[in-house]
């Protein structure tokens, strides 16, 4: 198998400690800009240590993988190239992609399958804001993991990020890069889709079939 076969995955973790496991949208949240945080950093710029494994996925299939950890394996977790990012109740570790099968002992042995983790009722309405911000939406219709869900929120940030000229870039940075994950009703779900310039279909990878229609973004001013 040559390496441009071989399967590259930009991975995540979320801390999940037992007696305070986060909230399942800021989970979402902190993928969100974590990955973003990641594409932007300057250490992804060309000739920056992370370039190279960053552009060799992104050129390829953006594959997402959420883990989880606690206590000392996310310690240890730390130590792996990447950055941490938190996010209302959660902290999630963005690791620099690479091949699924060269992951460092430290992330490999953490767990994929997800924690259950209390769910919010369907968003009816969005409330209006004040602040430019992107909002994602997941597809009410899809059952998916948290963690599943998670990296089509990442997905769907990240396209989004791309697609952003750079004065809209700027005034997001300049507002904080706030970002609004929902889980909608179905009725807002259709709402959305008629605006959101972003939309995910998933590889297929896990969980759903490919082609599957999974989150719509779209950016918002204040």
Known sequence: ????????????????????????????????????????????????????????????????????????????????????VHYGSAQVRVFVPGFIDEAPPALAKLQIQSTPLDEPDPTARLEPTEHTTLTIALNPDVEMSWGKRAAQVAHAAQRSWESLDRTDRLDWNADGRRVRVVQPTVALWETLLTTAPTTIRDGGFTEVAPGTLTTAAQLSRG
Do not use: C, Y
Not at 24 to 40: C, H, K, P, S, Y
Not at 42 to 59: K, P, S, Y
Not at 62 to 78: D, L, N
């Open 1 to 84: 198998m040559t390496a441009e076969d071989r399967p590259r995955a930009l991975q995540m973790a979320t801390r999940v400690e037992k007696l305070s496991p986060p909230q399942v949208e800021d989970v979402f949240g902190a993928a969100a800009r974590g990955v973003i945080a990641m594409l932007d950093d300057h250490r992804n710029l060309a000739g920056g240590e992370w370039h190279e494994d960053i552009q060799a996925w992104n050129g390829a299939r953006i594959r997402k993988i959420m883990r989880r950890a606690r206590g000392a394996a996310w310690e240890k977790a730390q130590e792996v190239p990447g950055l941490t």
